[in-house]
């Protein structure tokens, strides 16, 4: 098993780690801060780098075949140096920081739009550059309502903190799970929650901001009606916000 640093503390950029394989399929670690694509959040890129200075970029992290298994997949055209890997050997993870903080930001965004559409989700994706929700439910939805709601809870500078319950804990509120499509990591016994104060609760293994000040301006780019039972709302920074981040 990968040791998962990023569920902890989303804001460490780098660690010191052992190459646990190499293959096809890309690098393991014993260790990394590097989140692998699920529950709707895109992957974390970067680099590995060599004691000797070398920097392998990482263009994508995976979970792996084995239960707790992550695979950071290397950027084309650098056989040289994979070839130059081997198990036991130290290397220091780093994360493309920019782009965590807005996977961080739009993650917890959509937290924030979970507790203003009170409807399951049946669909998410976050990346860098927009967030996406899908709510199961056949009532309009207002685009300069939702933008002016989270704006509210953007200011309010909610704390947000995540705990860890059983699954048995859980099983037991069913309620808990807002997501129809994407269900919350399991298998080792515990499950990550996530708290922000006096708004939303829900298992979350994502990365997430600890304040909801730390999102900034986020605004409703569009809604729109993708099925009978199903209504889009996109997210997007403004424009000033993207350029500084």
């Known amino acids: 098993m990968t040791e998962e640093l990023f569920r902890e503390d989303a804001t460490l950029a780098t660690c010191a780690a052992r190459i646990t394989g190499v293959d096809e399929r890309g690098v393991r670690l014993n260790r990394t801060v590097f989140y692998p694509l ?11 780098v060599l004691a000797d200075g070398s ?17 950071h997949v290397p950027a084309p055209g650098q056989q040289p140096l994979l070839a ?6 130290a290397v220091d993870a780093r994360i493309d920081l920019p782009l965590r903080r ?6 917890t965004a959509t937290h924030l739009l979970c ?8 669909g998410c994706s976050i990346t860098g550059d927009y967030a996406r929700l899908d709510f199961h439910m056949v009532e309009p939805l207002d685009k300069q309502l939702l933008s002016t709601g989270l704006a509210r809870l953007v200011a309010e500078a909610c704390p947000v903190h995540h705990s860890w319950i059983s699954e048995a804990e859980l099983d037991a509120n069913p309620g808990l799970v807002r997501s129809m499509s994407v269900q919350p990591p399991r298998g080792h016994g515990r499950v990550r929650v996530l708290e922000i104060e006096g708004v939303d609760l829900q298992p979350c293994g994502g990365t997430h901001v600890a304040n909801t000040a730390e999102i900034g301006a986020v605004i ?6 993708k099925a009978a039972m199903t ?3 996109v997210l997007g920074f403004a424009r000033a916000e993207a350029d500084a981040n």
């Open 55 to 71: 920097e392998l970029e990482i263009v994508d992290t995976r979970k792996g075949m084995l239960p707790g298994e992550i695979v």
């Open 231 to 233: 209504r889009r709302v």
């Open 38 to 48: 699920g529950g709707g959040q895109a992957a974390d890129r970067g680099v590995l």
């Open 84 to 89: 130059r890997l081997a198990v036991g050997q």
């Open 102 to 107: 807005r996977h961080m930001r739009f993650h």
């Open 220 to 225: 409703v780019t569009r809604v729109e009606k």
């Open 115 to 122: 507790a203003l559409v009170p409807y399951p989700v049946d």
